[in-house]
């Protein structure tokens, strides 16, 4: 239709999603399952004025410079804008925005059901089930960890780092923390206490990682933050697989140096998970899938929907990140 505003993607429109947008605007997205390569979706998104991207779309600085220059603005669904070079985007003068807090409760429950399948050795009583065995797991070296009452450090206390201190409460579990702006507020409302990033790994029972992938939380955690840690020390990770140095991760668990860990995340997506790592006994791994809930994802769709509403009407996005 004549007049319309034009959205470009370089893969399939989620169904519902398109429903919705095709009704306001005209979609260009490509005809076949697999997303389009760089040069290819340039070209469709000749005239476009808004960019729509998910977390698997490599939006890098190449990608940016060929984009046409009727292109005012990506639109991103998901929390995280690892994926697109901030920096290229800016200097181009591109809006971005992402789809903040209408996920966090299902990343907080799914931190939780890590924190609780590592501490009990869920991956081994799984895998003796499946022989038939109906009571096993009987001999102490078999044991896992009690939950309620061990020390949860969190690394990242923003809005996904409070849901989960606000779960684990229930759990009796003491709180220390990390983050670029503690607050008083924050220790009196979660009864938590912020310290440094050593204190914190020297001192939990249970690490969770909430924090953005950035330069300097690239391999955060490596063989010298694993060496501060417990032997009973269990690492979650539901941010971004590459904060985790996972060979440094792999050669500790092996060695049980650590006690396990429970990912959602992994550094080589969007790769398949390492052979080395997901077969490990005591690590408990999810395929990046913290936010698949009906609920997540419809208000993920609701949420980017709203963004792009808001940018043609005034040029500025709810959630605006650049």
């Known amino acids: 239709m004549a007049g319309r505003h034009v959205i470009a993607t370089p893969r399939k429109f989620p169904a519902a999603l398109a429903a919705a947008l095709r009704a306001k605007y005209d979609i260009r997205e490509p005809d076949g399952g697999f997303p389009l390569c760089l040069t290819e ?3 469709i998104a000749e005239g476009a004025e808004a960019v729509f991207a998910t977390a698997f779309d490599d939006l890098n600085r ?11 603005y990506i639109a991103s669904i998901g929390v995280g804008v690892d994926h697109i070079d901030l920096a290229a985007a800016k200097a181009r003068g591109l809006v971005v925005s992402n789809t903040p807090k209408v996920t966090t409760a299902c990343l ?8 609780i399948a590592a501490c009990r050795r869920f991956r ?21 960890h009690r939950v309620t009452g061990r020390t949860l450090g969190i690394i990242g206390m923003g809005e996904v780092g409070k849901a989960v201190a606000r779960r684990a409460r229930a759990f009796e579990m003491p709180i220390i923390y990390t983050t670029p702006h503690p607050t008083t507020e924050i220790d009196r409302e979660f009864c938590a206490q912020a310290v440094s990033l050593d204190e ?11 924090c953005p992938l950035k330069e300097e939380t690239r391999h ?12 009973t020390a269990v690492v979650i990770n539901i941010s971004r697989g590459p904060v985790i140095d996972e060979l440094a991760l792999i050669a500790a668990l092996k060695s049980r140096r650590i006690f396990a860990a429970g990912l959602d995340v992994y550094e080589t997506e969007p790769g ?12 408990f791994c999810l395929p990046h899938a913290a936010s698949a809930t009906w609920e997540s994802r419809a208000a993920m769709g609701a949420r ?8 043609f009407e005034s040029g500025e996005p709810l959630d605006r990140v650049v």
């Open 220 to 231: 955060l955690i490596d063989t010298h933050a694993i060496e501060k840690m417990k032997q």
């Open 108 to 115: 907080a429950d799914t931190t939780i059901g890590l924190i």
């Open 41 to 43: 979706f340039a070209a």
């Open 272 to 283: 398949p998970i390492r052979e080395e790592l997901r077969s490990l006994p005591n690590v």
């Open 62 to 72: 190449a990608f940016i410079a060929a984009l046409p220059p009727s292109v005012r």
């Open 304 to 311: 980017v929907m709203a963004n792009i509403d808001a940018f």
């Open 124 to 144: 081994e009583g799984l895998e003796i089930a499946e022989t038939g065995e109906g009571r096993a797991m009987l001999e102490p070296e078999s044991w896992g």
């Open 200 to 210: 914190l790994l020297k001192t939990a029972d249970v690490i969770s990682l909430h």
